[in-house]
């Protein structure tokens, strides 16, 4: 694991036209990694887990422009019980993906049972979902086996969380980054 600062990743430029996300203390700064990390790594094709109001997809849609192809993931309105972070459990009833005003694809499903491998290749995954160890551990082994170049982590100052980063990427081609000083993790597939 290689430590960085925001600073390290973070530059006026790549923010420059971006839309900040300031809805809870420290989401600035995680929400400009993930800005600088998709205008960095350039992908065609991004693939979100955990979806909810889909405030965090119009980031991303607005950073990516409109050449990339965004398709988020969320639990079914039937399954959002199972979810602390469903939009309904939060308290703002079931509007997973409402607040994205750009184009995106939006699919339902459970990480524990859904074939990810439908889904079909993808260069960039946000890993933003359950805050336990099991869902993240399966959706970044979905991004692995679907040859995401980049996985970018939220929460991953949360221990079962950065436990199911680390172990995903054990004796994977991949080099592993933590912005100390936001919840963002984030692996680099090696070229």
Not at 1 to 24: C, F, K, W
Not at 89 to 114: A, W
Request: negative net charge; charged residues 20%; hydrophobic residues 40%.
């Amino acid at each position: 694991m290689i430590y960085q600062n925001i600073s390290d990743v973070v530059t006026p430029e790549l923010m420059r036209g971006a839309i900040e996300n300031n809805r809870h203390p420290g989401f600035i700064d995680d929400y400009a990694v993930l800005v600088c990390l998709i205008k960095i790594h350039k992908p065609r094709r991004i693939f979100e887990f955990g979806t909810n109001t889909g405030f965090g997809t119009k980031i991303m849609c607005n950073a990516a422009g409109a050449e990339c192809e965004v398709v988020s993931f969320d639990l079914p309105t039937s399954e959002c019980d199972v979810s602390l972070q469903h939009p309904i459990n939060e308290g703002k009833g079931d509007i997973v993906g409402k607040e994205c005003t750009f184009p995106f694809i939006q699919l339902r499903g459970n990480s524990y049972t859904y074939d990810f491998s439908s889904v079909g290749k993808f260069d960039f995954a946000w890993v933003d979902s359950e805050h336990n160890y099991e869902v993240p551990l399966i959706e970044a082994k979905a991004a692995i086996a679907a040859g995401a170049k980049v996985i970018a982590f939220h929460d991953s100052d949360i221990p079962e969380v950065y436990r199911a980063i680390v172990d995903a990427f054990e004796n994977q081609p991949y080099t592993l980054y933590r912005v100390t000083d936001t919840r963002i993790a984030y692996a680099v597939l090696n070229a």
